[in-house]
């Protein structure tokens, strides 16, 4: 064996040996079949720090604002909820962003599928290299500059309408709305959706699809019988990412919105910051976090216990 | 940078910190020359608005003080509104705020004043000869300075108003500017515009705001635009919207950037407010002690005249003339003609009302 | 049935497919033969119709199929991984081809459940596919791929993942199925066991072409190549050139020996020839069981270089020093009762001219 021969061991060998002596001096012997699960721990940190705040932010949003001193009044009460129920404005807000997650959720799968797809089957490295670096460039540009790009693009007197009004028609609105905060938080979305459904795509054999045409699918069957149900949890995976990610969008309805199509994290920001209300703000972090939770939760139930992976039998 | 670079000055920090909440609110840094008391900080870091308003405060206020004390002064632009938070949580929890001096909304600086984090600025030299309007009102003492005042204007595109400027703000509900008005995103300097223009009176404010919200309802139809000062001045660039309620300044920036924009005072009037500097609680002592020097300079003749004329704002500082470019104008008030034109809120009114305005005013606009 | 005319296929500048024919009648097997890369998937594939040749054409019931689309044609195929449905229970892989193909529903499950039996999988039905073992999974292929009745069935490779235990047994199981049901059949495997086993026709393919088409008695017996020879059993090459030339019977020198053999094509005197030898043709004379040189019409003598003991046989390798050191193979069936010929000890072999095959040398 390489031990014998002195000094010869690759210095990884010594280095995961002389870890290995440090864990059992410090270990208890009995424990070692845990050492794994050490590992665990920065994320296990984490998510305990993350728990931490949203224990303050339930504990801040039980106290109504004092006006008079700006400070959370001392004794609890269920005010901020109630303000919550009782302006329409919170409950218009959240379901503009139910909606706009779903929308988004929707278009961006239907876009996404057929790019991953073609990212995996095409047999032109040139395509796939240029499909990767098309999906890529995005994350390089974060998401407030892809928004002004919008701007640039879509004003008023953007390269779009000057297009239009250089064939001599007027001008069309097509920032500062509803719809545009959609396109940017789709073309924003694209490439997470794409990413996460590549290797549920790739993990389907083409001889799979092969079988289905031969056995009498056309390919809209194939697509159908086989292709989306194979592909399930990465398609569930992909549309629980953007529509959580949407659901909280801060800087689309912002900066696309033009003030009038805010979403839940913009109300929550006014909150905060806008009228110094810790206590409502954290009363609408609370409820959007209960809202998204729920229907994630919802989306695993009716996707089915094995959707991403767990509880599945493997041979 | 600094010649009183001092590798220690963590621990002095520290060490001064302790000193001063021993010697309490008593220990007036004029009588603690000989100690650390008055050491030059490294720098002095002023909470500001970026564009054409960081620029005035550099120019007029920050290079003549740092060329007088020998401190450089470094502006930072964190949001007035997002700086509140942390100044706020920084002295709740006993640690060293992250500005010097804020420079503020008189609004949000008499909030930051009842929650009880501002410095009392009573001791600064120059404060008796200054404009009534220097001194904040429905609060005892000086936790802030009035530096000047300004007026929200309603700015508009000329070539949209080939027959002369809007005479009244209800222009804003014609269908022809439909998409094309701009307000800022919390209705801040419209609310009691709002009021009046859609019939009611002075008296109605602050317990009787549904005129101004029918306004607003109305407004809505025509599908505004929200924003921030720099918004503004982008929007008129590029030909996004033909009128706007936004204060002077960005209006006259704008001009001066050579984009056709004007403004004008309709007949009911224009909301005139002031900003005002404050430091917060919890500086070290040295560091506090600059601070109120840097504010004491401010609203000297020579920084007023110099920061407010840049602004084009008419200054606290008595008899100074203004920009050439202003002379007579509604929106730089001089004479109390001047301000007949305008509607002033009492600083109180606005710090008890102004959330309640403004969460009314999103319900509104998010519908 | 299935005729293929003149088909070729090219990937880039590489010929995967040159100018092959073949026919074969309704009802029969037929197993495609070749080492990896020589063409057969390809083949299979066009056939298939999820690749179009570039030249000729292939006839399925005598129609031309060149624009037909694969769900179209009424193919059968196992693929080599199977490629089972993993989100469909083994029913539902069954009854797929039904829905896709308009099957009346009513009679699916009838159809299912036939089919299963036929595959004697029944009682499998609701398993899915990571849920059965290897061969079970062949199992439901194949029901899968018959399911519908199809005219031809093709079997892309499906047992070379299996071992060879299973796959000896799937190999029975698969012609079993094909003669009960009568359905025209095409293989492809790079096994010659289970080309053998299984067809009534082989095909052997290499570099694209077609070497031979024949029966599988044919394709061992009279190989009508050196490929052919060499690919199947464990053969031995050696050259040498013809000396007398005769009606059917031939006298080849192979260095300083003249061996009687069988001419495979047109050979005059002198020419150069590649000589083919089977190992279970060859007889070693020492042992008193396999009969005495007189047998024979060519024997030598040669040097053991190495045995392989392969439990039901052993292997012989020997190198003959009169054939210009040409290395033999030979069998013995009955190692462990018989005389073991240990390396470096010398051994007689025999065999006879008919399974001695000389081929037209086309290379050096």
């Known amino acids: 064996m390489a031990e014998t021969a002195a000094g010869g061991k690759p210095l990884s060998w010594r280095l995961i040996d002389g870890v290995d002596r440090l864990v059992a001096a410090a270990w208890p012997r009995g424990l070692h079949g845990m050492n794994g699960y050490l590992f665990l721990l920065p994320a296990v940190a984490l998510v305990f720090i993350l728990v931490i705040g949203l224990g303050y932010m339930v504990e801040f949003s039980l106290h109504e604002l004092d006006l008079a001193t700006y400070r959370l009044k001392e004794a609890y009460s269920l005010t901020n909820y109630q303000t919550f129920f009782e302006r329409p404005v919170y409950i218009r807000v959240l379901w503009r962003s139910l909606l706009a997650a779903a929308i988004v959720t929707l278009i961006t799968l239907v876009l996404a599928f057929p790019y991953a797809y073609l990212m995996v089957r095409t047999t032109s490295a040139a395509t796939r290299k240029f499909l990767l670096v098309a999906l890529f460039l995005p994350f390089f540009i974060g998401q407030v500059v892809r928004a002004y790009g919008w701007l640039i693009i879509l004003g008023k007197e953007g390269l779009l309408n000057s297009i239009v009004t250089g064939i001599g028609l007027p001008p069309l609105d097509l920032i500062y709305n509803y719809p545009a905060v959609i396109l940017g938080l789709v073309q924003y979305m694209l490439p997470f959706a794409v990413l996460l459904l590549t290797p549920a795509v790739a993990a389907i054999g083409e001889d799979i699809e092969l079988a289905s045409e031969s056995l009498g699918a056309t390919w809209i069957g194939t697509f159908r019988h086989v292709v989306i149900p194979m592909a399930k949890p990465g398609i569930i995976g992909a549309g629980i990412v953007v529509f959580t990610l949407t659901l909280t969008d801060f800087a689309m309805p912002e900066i696309l919105g033009g003030g009038t199509s805010d979403f839940i994290a913009n109300a929550i920001y006014d909150s905060y910051f806008q009228i110094s209300n810790i206590g409502l703000g954290s009363a609408l972090s609370i409820v959007l976090t209960l809202v998204g939770s729920a229907l994630v939760a919802l989306m695993l139930m009716i996707a089915g216990t094995g959707t991403l992976g767990f509880a599945e039998r493997k041979s | 940078m600094s010649d009183n670079r001092d590798p220690f000055r963590l621990n002095r920090r520290r060490f001064l910190k302790g000193s001063a909440l021993a010697t309490g609110a008593l220990a007036l840094p004029q009588f603690a020359f000989a100690d650390g008391h008055t050491k030059k900080p490294s720098e002095l870091i002023v909470r500001a608005w970026g564009g054409a308003w960081g620029e005035s405060l550099q120019a007029g206020v920050a290079d003549p003080f740092t060329e007088a004390t020998g401190i450089p002064v470094r502006l930072d632009f964190t949001e007035d509104n997002e700086i509140k938070p942390k100044i706020w949580a920084a002295v709740d929890q006993g640690r060293v705020p992250p500005i010097h001096v804020n420079w503020d909304t008189t609004t949000n600086a008499t909030i930051s004043a009842l929650r009880g984090v501002t410095v009392d600025l009573g001791d600064l030299k120059g404060l008796d000869g200054l404009l009534s309007i220097a001194k904040p009102t429905g609060i005892d003492g000086w936790p802030l300075v009035n530096t000047y005042s300004y007026v929200y204007v309603c700015a508009y595109r000329p070539e949209a108003f080939p027959d002369g400027p809007p005479e009244s703000w209800r222009v804003m509900l014609d269908p022809k500017f439909k998409g094309r008005v701009a307000l800022y995103d919390d209705g801040i300097g419209f609310n009691p515009i709002a009021v009046i223009a859609g019939g009611g009176s002075m008296s109605d404010i602050p317990d009787n705001m549904e005129p101004g919200y029918q306004f607003y309802r109305d407004l809505k139809e025509n599908e505004p635009l929200l924003g921030e000062d720099a918004d503004f001045t982008t929007w008129f660039q590029n030909g996004e919207i033909d009128i706007a309620c936004t204060i002077s300044v960005n209006a006259r920036a704008a001009k001066q950037k050579g984009i056709n924009v004007e403004w004008t005072v309709p007949k009911e009037g224009c909301k005139v407010d002031t900003d005002g500097l404050w430091i917060p609680k919890g500086l070290p002592a040295n560091e506090e002690y600059w601070s109120k020097r840097f504010i004491e300079f401010a609203i000297t003749r020579e920084a007023q005249e110099k920061w407010c004329s840049l602004l084009g704002l008419p200054p606290v500082y008595p008899g100074l003339e203004p920009p050439a470019d202003l002379a007579g104008d509604p929106a730089y008030p001089t004479a109390p003609a001047d301000f007949e034109k305008l509607v002033s809120v009492p600083s109180p009114v606005l710090v008890e009302n102004q959330p309640i305005w403004f969460s009314k005013f999103s319900e509104i606009m998010q519908g | ?364």
């Open chain 3, 1 to 364: 049935m299935v005729e293929i005319r003149d088909v070729s296929k090219a990937f880039g500048d590489v010929l995967a497919v040159d100018d092959a024919s073949l026919a074969l009648p309704k009802g029969e097997f037929l197993t495609i033969l070749g080492p990896s890369g020589c063409g057969k998937t390809t083949l299979l594939r066009m056939i298939a119709g999820f690749i179009r040749p570039n030249a000729g054409e292939i006839l399925i019931n005598g129609a031309a199929v060149d624009n037909v689309p694969p769900y179209r044609r009424s193919i059968g195929m196992v693929f080599q991984r199977l490629a089972l449905f993993p989100h469909m229970t083994a029913a539902q892989n069954v009854a797929y081809p039904l829905k896709m193909r308009g099957f009346d529903p009513v009679t699916i499950p009838d159809r299912v459940s036939e089919y299963l039996r036929l595959v004697r999988l029944d009682g499998f039905e609701k398993r899915r596919p990571q849920e059965l073992s290897g061969g079970q999974q062949q199992r439901v292929a194949i029901a899968r791929a018959l399911s519908f009745s199809p005219d031809l069935l093709l079997l892309d490779e499906p047992l070379s993942a299996l071992d060879k235990k299973l796959r000896e047994e799937m190999q029975l199981e698969f012609r079993r199925i094909q003669q009960e049901l009568g359905v025209t059949t095409i293989n492809v495997t790079h096994d010659q066991r289970e080309a053998l086993v299984m067809s009534d026709q082989i095909v052997v393919m290499s570099e694209g072409r077609i070497q031979q088409s024949d029966s599988p008695e044919a394709v061992y017996r009279a190989p009508s190549n050196r490929f052919v020879a060499n690919f199947i059993g464990l053969t031995a090459m050696f050259k040498g050139a013809v000396e007398v030339s005769g009606d059917g019977g031939i006298l080849v020198r192979v260095g300083d020996t003249a061996l009687k053999a069988r001419a495979q094509g047109e050979l005059g005197n002198g020419t150069a020839v590649d000589c083919a030898l089977r190992a279970e043709q060859v007889r070693i004379l020492d042992d008193p069981a396999n009969g005495d040189a007189t047998a024979f019409e060519n024997v030598v003598t040669g040097e053991v270089r190495q045995r392989i003991f392969e439990g039901d046989r052993m292997v012989y390798e020997i190198s003959v020093p009169a054939l210009a050191d040409a290395v033999l193979f030979a069998f013995d069936h009955d190692p462990l009762h018989h005389a073991e010929h240990r390396p470096q000890s010398q051994v007689k072999l025999g065999w006879n001219a008919r399974d001695f095959f000389a081929f037209p040398s086309d290379r050096t």
